[in-house]
């Protein structure tokens, strides 16, 4: 609503502007003589008028409609790199919104107050080699600070994720996002290939890996708070972006090329609950690549546990190959009795659809 | 004043004798396959206006299906047909058709051909004293590969799988896989041959533009006495010469792994329940092709708008351009730079982090230049007589948008920060700011500022600054708030936001649907330059040879330049184009052609040695003549 009275007297204004240039050119013939030399008309000092009142208004809407919207932004950041990033943005912005603030303003006003008048010529001021020099270096050294600092925080970020860190699978698809976990007995992925992925095995887990033998999926993603989390990003068909938005990760899942981010997510999904008053919050992974249709709907949940209660989640999941014991004949020879103490005693029913993975759309 | 039309009258009396040699084209010579530069740009002109309301009407129907999800679209069912899904709503594949098509056909077809191609025609030949561009035939040629490629890209509109749809950056393999999308089916290959056709059409335009410039200088026009105008149009040139063929390689690229099973992109793809057997290929490879035109296209489409921007702001400040040197170093700069800094639009997509932290360094390196002309700009303004026509509003105007926009650059360069802010609405906001609004408006001053030179007659100055005070209010509100949604994480190129979850969808409702209403109020003003644009080319008042008392060469021509654009002999040009308000001077301009032995009064002690060369420039014309008779 707020918005529409911002708009409505948005168009007040232009409507404003209109009359005046209208009964402007009315007043033309009662007005005195215009300067037969000069291109300037009788509504010159009215857009000169113009640019003071769009300076007054647009800082009054602008400051208004930061105001208005900084509830909506993104709540504190739920990853340790995080706030130090969002400290940077916020830093950055204040002084590009003080640069912003201060050219605008000159620009504007010179605007007004340089305004045409026959009774006035213009400076002859081609050129001044030292005030181009202090606004060459101005600028190089405020971009050096933030470049620097900015280049310091994206080597930490990108740096080698620490060795004790979870490490977590995530593959996107059209139109969802598959998890695999390391798993509780070795915290090692097992390998994959898109040649192995059938309508259960939907990522295409190699069980000629030994590391695959504990592997389990999930719908969701749950993660250990205060512990590194690598995750490890693949995409099936197209690509995929992984956009934990609260924990300022982004990450492109890119078809043939496996990438990565690791972080450390510092607020539990209840601390998050309590901070913002939301009873039920929650975390999200979103996709910001375009992938076709399903794409803006293509999101889990993230849940943020304690270390405890996330190793009590991880100790109920069943390995895939528990859940799927049919996936035992893939399993090479030397390996199968490792293999078989992941396959429950008593046999469980092929067609279990446990693991099938979350599609949204 | 008097000196320069007195000087006029002589070069008119000893004219004539020398016949510039032409025969009296029939229609289609003379308006549609017509090799005259100045019927060339206005051809470019017209596609790109309706070009520019193709393009801005998809901006509107996404824009709805944004600022109303909810909103009964049934009445638009005779022009979409079943791209109005049952429930009377925008389909999702045609929202993302909608999104893409948008901005293939604003960067390409409104903002390069529509921008560049219009005044880099119109004015190269007028401003340097040249007849026309170094090749007629192949300029011809270039508008007509253009009109071939707007034919077939107009065309993918009306197929029934749709337009291309992955993005104007059509990234494979969405782009690659037609069972990704329906638009990347028969839509994407439309694409992909008019986009070729593009290419070639902008190469040749770019070829002829830098051979013009280079060799066809009237005599005393030398590099440092060229508007700034003709500067960026010549690194324009440039640097779509050397990029573009880089775009062209990446679609060849794409044509064969869309048609020929090639895997230059594709690897390990697994879609429909089938896995394809390409190994081997990196998607990411595309987009370094991509990107490395993508990028220098931004300063292809802007550099000519602050060209041009200079010029108008320098003859309505009447005061020289501050800094006339600085403003060619710096558009130099960004030149060279705009080819090293196209990673900055990767940071995110898995190249080595290393590789970003290179490029972020080149990325801010870039900001100085573009802040210097800034304030160059605006130090113009400073102690000037500013006439405030509607040209010099909307160059006004695009100073604003340059730095509004350009300082958030600074944010979104740094690669820290782009992690978050990557693909959300903070890079919409960005981008349309800097350089689809400042573009846009050095597009329309451009209009303004030589409809009296293309058509012989002026745009109603009334309903130009209505239409500037419309636009520039709308384009403020359209995109500043975008800002505030980018900053809340909300990704682009989302039919809705519902999957953000926790109530995101409802955080800025309001705030969409003024967007929304802005963008709508700001295209419909549009209307407001339609109209006067072409009713004043048959109704508009009639134009003077110099209505702006303007410098450059253009202005020296008659009100409706013929063929050859001097009927008589081309002037010579012996002072720099910025001689306004100069002390001394009884007129507050000197045109370029007006020697320095004629205006003692005004001459500073360096410019009185220069009157010596006069002598050397004059005994050119010969030479200059039979290079036309040859």
Same mark, same amino acid.
């Given at each position: 609503?707020? !918005?529409?009275?911002?708009?409505?007297?948005?168009?007040?204004?232009?409507?404003?502007?209109?009359?005046?240039?209208?009964?402007?050119?009315?007043?033309?013939?009662?007005?005195?003589?215009?300067?037969?030399?000069?291109?300037?008309?009788?509504?010159?000092?009215?857009?000169? !008028?113009?640019?003071?009142?769009?300076?007054?208004?647009?800082?009054?809407?602008?400051?208004?409609?930061?105001?208005?919207?900084?509830?909506?932004?993104?709540?504190?950041?739920?990853?340790?790199?995080?706030?130090?990033?969002?400290?940077?943005?916020?830093?950055?912005?204040?002084?590009?919104?003080?640069?912003?603030?201060?050219?605008?303003?000159?620009?504007?006003?010179?605007? !007004?107050? !340089?305004?045409?008048?026959?009774?006035?010529?213009?400076?002859?001021?081609?050129?001044?080699?030292?005030?181009?020099?202090?606004?060459?270096?101005?600028?190089?050294?405020?971009?050096?600070?933030?470049?620097?600092? /900015?280049?310091?925080?994206?080597?930490?970020?990108?740096?080698?994720?620490?060795?004790?860190?979870?490490?977590?699978?995530?593959?996107?698809?059209?139109?969802?996002?598959?998890?695999?976990?390391?798993?509780?007995?070795?915290?090692?992925?097992?390998?994959?290939?898109?040649?192995?992925?059938?309508?259960?095995?939907?990522? /295409?887990?190699?069980?000629?890996?030994?590391?695959?033998?504990?592997?389990?999926?999930?719908?969701?993603?749950?993660?250990?708070?205060?512990?590194?989390?690598?995750?490890?990003?693949?995409?099936?068909?197209?690509?995929?972006?992984?956009?934990?938005?609260?924990?300022?990760?982004?990450?492109?899942?890119?078809?043939?090329?496996?990438?990565?981010?690791?972080?450390?997510?510092?607020?539990?999904?209840?601390?998050?609950?309590?901070?913002?008053?939301?009873?039920?919050?929650?975390?999200?992974?979103?996709?910001?690549?375009?992938? /076709?249709? /399903?794409?803006?709907?293509?999101?889990?949940?993230?849940?943020?546990?304690?270390?405890?209660?996330?190793?009590?989640?991880?100790?109920?999941?069943?390995?895939?190959?528990?859940?799927?014991?049919?996936?035992?004949?893939?399993?090479?020879?030397?390996?199968?009795?490792?293999?078989?103490?992941?396959?429950?005693?008593?046999?469980?029913?092929?067609?279990?659809?446990?693991?099938?993975?979350?599609?949204?759309? | 004043?008097?000196?320069?039309?007195?000087?006029?009258?002589?070069?008119?009396?000893?004219?004539?004798?020398?016949?510039?040699?032409?025969?009296?084209?029939?229609?289609?010579?003379?308006?549609?396959?017509?090799? +005259?530069?100045?019927?060339?740009?206005?051809?470019?002109?017209?596609?790109?206006?309706?070009?520019?309301?193709?393009?801005?009407?998809?901006?509107?129907?996404?824009?709805?299906?944004?600022?109303?999800?909810?909103?009964?679209?049934?009445?638009?069912?005779?022009?979409?047909?079943?791209?109005?899904?049952?429930?009377?709503?925008? +389909?999702?594949?045609?929202?993302?058709?909608?999104?893409?098509?948008?901005?293939?056909?604003?960067?390409?077809?409104?903002? @390069?051909?529509?921008?560049?191609?219009?005044?880099?025609?119109?004015?190269?030949?007028?401003?340097?004293?040249?007849?026309?561009?170094?090749?007629?035939?192949?300029?011809?040629?270039?508008?007509?590969?253009?009109?071939?490629?707007?034919?077939?890209?107009?065309?993918?509109?009306?197929? $029934?799988?749709?337009?291309?749809?992955?993005?104007?950056?059509?990234?494979?393999?969405?782009?690659?896989?037609?069972?990704?999308?329906?638009?990347?089916?028969?839509?994407? @290959?439309?694409?992909?041959?008019?986009?070729?056709?593009?290419?070639?059409?902008?190469?040749?335009?770019?070829?002829?533009?830098?051979?013009?410039?280079?060799?066809?200088?009237?005599?005393?026009?030398?590099?440092?006495?060229?508007?700034?105008?003709?500067?960026?149009?010549?690194?324009?040139?440039?640097?779509?010469?050397?990029?573009?063929?880089?775009?062209?390689?990446?679609?060849?690229?794409?044509?064969?792994?869309?048609?020929?099973?090639?895997?230059?992109?594709?690897?390990?793809?697994?879609?429909?329940?089938?896995?394809?057997?390409?190994?081997?290929?990196?998607?990411?490879?595309?987009?370094?092709?991509?990107?490395?035109?993508?990028?220098? $296209?931004?300063?292809?489409?802007?550099?000519?708008?602050?060209?041009?921007?200079? $010029?108008?702001?320098?003859?309505?400040?009447?005061?020289?351009?501050?800094?006339?040197?600085?403003?060619?170093?710096?558009?130099?700069?960004?030149?060279?730079?705009?080819?090293?800094?196209?990673?900055?639009?990767?940071?995110?997509?898995?190249?080595?982090?290393?590789?970003?932290?290179?490029?972020?360094?080149?990325?801010?390196?870039?900001?100085?230049?573009?802040?210097?002309?800034?304030?160059?700009?605006?130090?113009?303004?400073?102690?000037?007589?500013?006439?405030?026509?509607?040209?010099?509003?909307?160059?006004?105007?695009?100073?604003?948008?340059?730095?509004?926009?350009?300082?958030?650059?600074?944010?979104?360069?740094?690669?820290?920060?782009?992690?978050?802010?990557?693909?959300?609405?903070?890079?919409?906001?960005?981008?349309?700011?800097?350089?689809?609004?400042?573009?846009?408006?050095?597009?329309?001053?451009?209009?303004?500022?030589?409809?009296?030179?293309?058509?012989?007659?002026?745009?109603?100055?009334?309903?130009?600054?209505?239409?500037?005070?419309?636009?520039?209010?709308?384009?403020?509100?359209?995109?500043?708030?975008?800002?505030?949604?980018?900053?809340?994480?909300?990704?682009?190129?989302?039919?809705?936001?519902?999957?953000?979850?926790?109530?995101?969808?409802?955080?800025?409702?309001?705030?969409?649907?003024?967007?929304?209403?802005?963008?709508?109020?700001?295209?419909?003003?549009?209307?407001?330059?339609?109209?006067?644009?072409?009713?004043?080319?048959?109704?508009?008042?009639?134009?003077?040879?110099?209505?702006?008392?303007?410098?450059?060469?253009?202005?020296?021509?008659?009100?409706?330049?013929?063929?050859?654009?001097?009927?008589?002999?081309?002037?010579?040009?012996?002072?720099?184009?910025?001689?306004?308000?100069?002390?001394?001077?009884?007129?507050?301009?000197?045109?370029?052609?007006?020697?320095?032995?004629?205006?003692?009064?005004?001459?500073?002690?360096?410019?009185?040695?220069?009157?010596?060369?006069?002598?050397?420039?004059?005994?050119?014309?010969?030479?200059?003549?039979?290079?036309?008779?040859?």
């Amino acid at each position: 609503m707020n !918005y529409l009275i911002g708009l409505l007297s948005i168009v007040f204004f232009i409507l404003a502007i209109s009359v005046i240039v209208k009964s402007m050119k009315i007043n033309k013939n009662l007005s005195e003589a215009e300067d037969p030399n000069s291109a300037a008309d009788s509504s010159n000092n009215i857009n000169a !008028y113009g640019m003071l009142a769009f300076w007054f208004f647009g800082t009054v809407a602008g400051v208004w409609s930061f105001n208005a919207s900084a509830p909506d932004f993104l709540p504190e950041a739920a990853s340790a790199h995080g706030v130090t990033t969002d400290k940077m943005f916020w830093i950055s912005m204040s002084v590009v919104t003080l640069a912003f603030f201060i050219t605008n303003t000159l620009l504007l006003f010179f605007a !007004y107050r !340089y305004r045409y008048s026959k009774n006035r010529k213009a400076t002859f001021y081609p050129v001044n080699h030292k005030l181009e020099l202090i606004w060459t270096v101005i600028p190089a050294v405020v971009m050096a600070i933030l470049v620097f600092s /900015g280049w310091r925080t994206w080597r930490d970020i990108t740096s080698q994720a620490p060795s004790d860190a979870v490490v977590i699978e995530i593959t996107g698809h059209q139109f969802g996002w598959y998890v695999r976990y390391a798993g509780n007995d070795d915290n090692q992925l097992g390998n994959y290939n898109y040649k192995l992925i059938d309508e259960t095995n939907n990522i /295409g887990i190699d069980f000629t890996d030994k590391n695959s033998f504990d592997d389990f999926t999930a719908t969701e993603l749950h993660l250990p708070k205060g512990k590194p989390v690598l995750l490890k990003i693949h995409a099936q068909d197209v690509l995929h972006s992984v956009y934990l938005p609260f924990h300022r990760v982004k990450m492109d899942a890119v078809p043939g090329m496996p990438t990565k981010f690791w972080f450390t997510p510092t607020i539990s999904t209840d601390e998050m609950r309590a901070k913002l008053g939301k009873k039920d919050f929650n975390f999200k992974l979103n996709c910001t690549e375009v992938c /076709g249709r /399903g794409h803006f709907g293509m999101a889990i949940t993230v849940f943020v546990d304690e270390p405890a209660d996330y190793k009590k989640w991880c100790a109920e999941q069943k390995p895939f190959l528990a859940t799927n014991p049919a996936y035992l004949a893939k399993v090479p020879e030397n390996l199968k009795a490792k293999a078989a103490k992941y396959i429950p005693a008593e046999p469980i029913s092929v067609d279990s659809t446990a693991t099938e993975a979350v599609s949204v759309n | 004043m008097s000196t320069a039309i007195s000087h006029a009258e002589e070069v008119h009396t000893h004219a004539h004798d020398h016949e510039h040699e032409h025969h009296e084209p029939n229609f289609i010579q003379k308006y549609i396959f017509s090799e +005259d530069h100045k019927t060339i740009a206005k051809q470019y002109l017209i596609m790109g206006i309706l070009w520019a309301f193709v393009g801005g009407s998809l901006s509107i129907m996404f824009r709805l299906q944004l600022g109303f999800p909810d909103m009964q679209l049934e009445w638009l069912r005779p022009i979409l047909g079943s791209w109005i899904d049952e429930s009377g709503k925008i +389909d999702k594949e045609f929202y993302l058709a909608l999104v893409t098509m948008h901005g293939t056909i604003m960067v390409f077809f409104v903002l @390069t051909a529509g921008l560049s191609g219009t005044f880099s025609n119109f004015l190269i030949p007028l401003q340097i004293g040249a007849r026309d561009m170094a090749s007629g035939f192949i300029n011809m040629l270039s508008f007509w590969f253009f009109f071939l490629s707007s034919a077939i890209m107009f065309s993918s509109l009306f197929i $029934e799988t749709g337009p291309a749809s992955g993005g104007w950056v059509i990234y494979p393999p969405l782009s690659a896989l037609p069972q990704a999308m329906p638009g990347s089916g028969l839509g994407m @290959t439309l694409w992909l041959t008019s986009m070729a056709f593009f290419i070639v059409s902008s190469l040749m335009g770019g070829i002829n533009y830098i051979c013009t410039i280079i060799n066809l200088r009237t005599r005393g026009m030398t590099f440092t006495k060229m508007p700034l105008t003709i500067w960026s149009f010549f690194f324009t040139a440039i640097l779509g010469l050397l990029s573009f063929p880089v775009l062209l390689s990446a679609a060849l690229l794409l044509i064969f792994d869309r048609s020929f099973g090639t895997s230059f992109y594709l690897s390990e793809i697994y879609i429909q329940g089938q896995a394809l057997p390409n190994v081997g290929g990196s998607a990411i490879l595309y987009q370094h092709l991509f990107w490395f035109l993508g990028h220098p $296209e931004v300063y292809i489409v802007l550099l000519p708008a602050l060209g041009m921007t200079s $010029e108008i702001i320098a003859t309505n400040a009447r005061k020289p351009i501050f800094g006339y040197r600085a403003m060619i170093g710096s558009l130099m700069g960004i030149t060279v730079l705009a080819f090293i800094v196209w990673a900055h639009h990767m940071f995110v997509t898995g190249m080595n982090p290393f590789l970003g932290s290179v490029f972020m360094f080149l990325t801010l390196i870039i900001a100085v230049p573009s802040a210097v002309k800034a304030f160059n700009y605006i130090t113009t303004l400073w102690k000037g007589n500013l006439i405030f026509t509607p040209a010099m509003l909307f160059s006004i105007g695009l100073v604003s948008l340059f730095i509004s926009g350009g300082v958030t650059g600074i944010i979104l360069g740094n690669s820290a920060l782009d992690i978050n802010l990557h693909d959300t609405y903070f890079v919409v906001a960005h981008f349309h700011l800097v350089m689809g609004s400042a573009s846009f408006f050095g597009l329309m001053a451009g209009v303004y500022h030589w409809f009296p030179k293309m058509f012989g007659r002026m745009m109603n100055s009334t309903l130009g600054y209505i239409h500037f005070w419309a636009t520039f209010v709308g384009v403020y509100a359209v995109f500043f708030p975008m800002h505030y949604t980018g900053i809340a994480g909300f990704p682009r190129r989302y039919y809705s936001f519902t999957a953000l979850g926790n109530d995101g969808q409802n955080a800025f409702t309001d705030l969409n649907q003024f967007i929304t209403v802005a963008a709508i109020l700001t295209f419909s003003s549009q209307a407001i330059f339609f109209f006067n644009f072409v009713y004043s080319i048959f109704k508009g008042k009639k134009a003077t040879e110099n209505p702006w008392n303007s410098n450059t060469l253009e202005w020296t021509t008659p009100v409706n330049p013929g063929h050859g654009n001097w009927p008589g002999e081309i002037p010579a040009v012996y002072r720099w184009p910025y001689d306004y308000s100069k002390p001394g001077a009884e007129s507050d301009f000197i045109p370029q052609h007006i020697p320095f032995s004629a205006t003692p009064e005004s001459n500073l002690p360096e410019e009185n040695e220069e009157i010596a060369k006069e002598k050397a420039i004059e005994s050119l014309l010969a030479a200059q003549n039979e290079s036309y008779n040859r």
